[in-house]
């Protein structure tokens, strides 16, 4: 463990699998005084993380069902996801702004997603720079007419304010950022998630911001066109060897390597070999629905995602 988190033994208690209800669709807003769904706390020294619900988006929760996170540098705070919403977006800041006087220099797009990207034109009021992966940026600009219309069917009056704009930065494979007491990277390590995934790593504290390519407490949504091949891979030989000692995940709290790795590289796996026996014994897609994925029925969303993962990935292993 690197000295750094060594002189820390408050990060042990860091929640796990082992409280799933901390993060529960099953428990109300926790914090009801803001649009946030919880209030930041401080993860390690100078990291903070707003952990959004494992529900998907609803009006309960405004949207705020992924983690929203910030790092205080000592020469100005970088944010890791804009939000679903202009909204969401201003109440981070506010507690931003509750934390310390430095100015946030920087915004972080963790994919082209509404939940990371729908708040990017509160910060690009401020006049703060956003920065997300090209093909993150691409995949937003098709994307966000119909992220914009469910925020506003679902969110309500929390959607007032939202004006859907891409990042005004991109980057390619990595971007090395320094400033204050961090050494930021800022990285997409292959095809994961979804298009453009990116990554922020603290190699002087062995910590990883993660985004979608990580999953912990809910099932990873699997979508029409993802690489489940190539998110295993990504995560074998690009995420694990740089054996970060804590992870915030895109969805959960934050945990370590083997929890994220159990909860989505092993799920994919889980569910590949699944559904590869179920084509090998010529299985087709209207039975491949029913597969069995008991072993992550505690997870949150399992209803919501469970059969229609099996049938993404029998139409992707059915080209293979």
Same mark, same amino acid.
């Given at each position: ?96 702004? +509750? ?5 946030? #220099?920087?915004?972080?797009? &963790? *994919?082209?997603? $509404?939940?990371?990207?729908? /708040? ?24 966000? +007419? ?5 925020? #506003?069917?679902?969110?309500? &009056? *929390?959607?007032? $304010?939202?004006?859907?704009? /891409? ?24 095809? +994961? ?128």
């Amino acid at each position: 463990m690197k000295q750094f988190l060594a002189a820390l033994p408050f990060v042990m208690a860091l929640p796990t699998l082992t409280q799933p209800a901390l993060a529960s669709e099953d428990i109300p807003d926790q914090y009801p005084q803001s649009v946030l769904y919880s209030k930041p706390y401080e993860v390690i020294p100078g990291v903070y993380s707003s952990i959004g619900a494992t529900a998907p988006p609803t009006y309960e929760n405004a949207g705020h069902n992924n983690n929203l996170s910030f790092i205080v540098t000592g020469d100005g705070v970088v944010v890791v996801n804009s939000g679903a919403s202009y909204k969401l977006a201003e109440a981070l800041h506010a507690e931003i702004k +509750a934390v310390t006087d430095q100015p946030v #220099k920087l915004v972080i797009n &963790e *994919n082209g997603q $509404g939940h990371a990207m729908l /708040g990017n034109n509160y910060w690009i009021a401020q006049g703060v720079p956003v920065l997300a992966h090209v093909d993150a940026a691409e995949e937003f600009e098709h994307s966000m +007419a119909g992220a914009w219309t469910a925020l #506003k069917g679902y969110a309500k &009056e *929390n959607a007032e $304010g939202t004006d859907p704009m /891409g990042p005004t930065e991109t980057f390619e494979d990595e971007k090395i950022i320094t400033m204050g007491d961090f050494e930021i990277h800022v990285l997409h390590l292959g095809p +994961a998630h979804s298009p453009g995934d990116t990554q922020v790593w603290l190699p002087q504290q062995g910590f990883m911001i993660a985004g979608d390519i990580a999953f912990s407490e809910r099932m990873p949504p699997i979508f029409s066109g993802t690489c489940t091949s190539c998110w295993i891979e990504t995560w074998e030989e690009k995420f694990m060897p740089l054996n970060p000692t804590y992870v915030i995940p895109g969805h959960g709290h934050p945990t370590n390597l083997a929890q994220v790795t159990r909860y989505t590289r092993d799920y994919l796996v889980y569910l590949r070999g699944q559904i590869r026996d179920h084509i090998d014994n010529g299985g087709g897609l209207a039975d491949a629905y029913y597969v069995d994925q008991s072993p992550y029925k505690h997870l949150d969303t399992f209803e919501e995602l469970a059969t229609k993962n099996a049938g993404v990935v029998f139409e992707e292993m059915d080209w293979e």
